[in-house]
Nanobody
Framework: QVQLVESGGGLVQAGGSLRLSCAASGRTFRSYAMGWFRQAPGKEREFVAA????????HYSDSVKGRFTISRDNAKNTVYLQMNSLKPEDTAVYYCAADRALRWDSERYDYWGQGTQVTVSS
């Protein structure tokens, strides 16, 4: 069982930056591949980024590639999403997810956090 808690969301102007964190409970964090997803009002949840167990492999959606960076610190049981050059269309609730399998952009992750709101003003 893994519990995930996101933090770091907030209100930022277009062009600004935010870093989201997702802290995981348990001592087996390194056994889980991690992902970030987001859901904007009135839209379906969509994949943002994912990272493998060791952090050696990453995958991004085309909409964030080059602007967002996913990373993890297995010693701190935490995965991060550094978001630069933010746009109003990045406004959404951001969720982190965990699974022992490498799910990449599939929503078949076993564990999900509660989400953190990111709002980008124009």
């Amino acid at each position: 069982q893994v519990q995930l808690v996101e933090s770091g969301g907030g209100l930022v102007q277009a062009g600004g930056s935010l870093r989201l964190s997702c802290a995981a409970s348990g001592r087996t964090f390194r056994s889980y591949a991690m992902g970030w997803f987001r859901q904007a009002p009135g839209k379906e949840r969509e994949f943002v980024a994912a990272i493998s167990w060791s952090g050696g492999s990453t995958h991004y959606s085309d909409s964030v590639k080059g602007r967002f960076t996913i990373s993890r610190d297995n010693a701190k049981n935490t995965v991060y999403l550094q978001m630069n050059s933010l746009k109003p269309e990045d406004t959404a609730v951001y969720y982190c997810a965990a699974d022992r399998a490498l799910r990449w952009d599939s929503e078949r992750y076993d564990y999900w956090g509660q989400g953190t709101q990111v709002t980008v003003s124009s």
